[in-house]
């Protein structure tokens, strides 16, 4: 069973210019969420989506925004990119079956410095 | 409002012994699910333990056990014989809903394990 992969691993952007993270979801998986976790801090829900449509949302501004594929898969792009974007972005995928548990197995993360 | 509070910011613990991490929640819900993930220095997030509003049994997992104390809304982890690569930190999350039917994780500000040889 293949987990859930993210990439790249680490990228530097400068203030102003708009990046692309991926994210493929771990096999059997429908559902992906995306959180962001400053240094030092806990991860903050970002959004979710299953079936490819956008199913919830954390507090975060529209320049952050999703896609979800058919195979699952998922991107998230940052446009306008600012100093405190900087963070460890961190992907997860679920099973959607209607019961409670639904846990979520996160991949490695995407570590996003900007300067 | 804090929804997840962990009020242990670092600790030290001896190789083999065991230690308890404490994790309080606020929620209104009666139905949700807490969770406790461990995170390395590597940066993922790994699933360690489940236990639901609803379950009569406290979880355990190995090494992990829950200790869910629904009236005073705790749900603490506890590793019993610690080991080396037990040094992480550990986040407790509850789940709630998000959207029409969807659910996000809501996390703690951790605790930072160190095990000491």
């Known amino acids: 069973e293949t987990g859930v992969t993210q990439s790249p691993t680490h990228l530097i952007k400068t203030r102003g210019q708009q990046v692309t993270l991926r994210c493929s979801s771990q096999?059997?998986?429908?559902?992906v969420s995306w959180y962001q976790q400053a240094l030092g801090q806990g991860p903050q829900f970002i959004f979710q989506?299953?079936?490819?449509?956008?199913?919830g949302r954390g507090n975060f501004p529209p320049r952050f925004s999703g896609l979800q594929f058919p195979n699952y898969s998922s991107e998230l792009n940052v446009n306008a990119l600012e100093l405190d974007d900087s963070a460890l972005y961190l992907c997860?995928?679920?099973?959607?079956?209607?019961?409670?548990?639904?846990?979520?197995?996160f991949g490695p993360g995407t570590r996003l410095t900007v300067l | 409002a804090q929804k997840i509070t962990q009020t242990q910011p670092g600790m030290f613990v001896q190789e083999k012994e065991a230690v308890t991490l404490d994790c309080t929640y606020d929620?209104?819900?009666?139905?949700?699910?807490l969770f406790w993930y461990k995170q390395p220095s590597s940066g993922e997030m790994i699933f360690l333990i489940y236990?639901?509003?609803?379950?009569?049994q406290n979880a355990t997992e190995g090494r992990y056990s829950l200790n869910f104390q629904k009236a005073r809304k705790s749900a603490n982890l506890v590793i019993s014989a610690s080991q080396l690569g037990d040094s992480a930190m550990y986040f407790c999350?509850?789940?709630?809903?998000?959207?029409?039917?969807?659910?996000?994780?809501?996390f703690g500000g951790g605790t930072r394990v160190l095990v000491k040889p």
């Open positions: 997860a995928s679920s099973r959607r079956t209607g019961r409670s548990t639904d846990t979520q197995y």
């Open positions: 096999s059997g998986h429908n559902t």
């Open positions: 999350a509850m789940r709630e809903k998000s959207g029409a039917a969807g659910n996000k994780l809501t």
């Open positions: 236990q639901g509003s609803y379950d009569q």
């Open positions: 989506y299953y079936r490819e449509e956008e199913n």
């Open positions: 929620t209104s819900d009666p139905s949700y699910g």
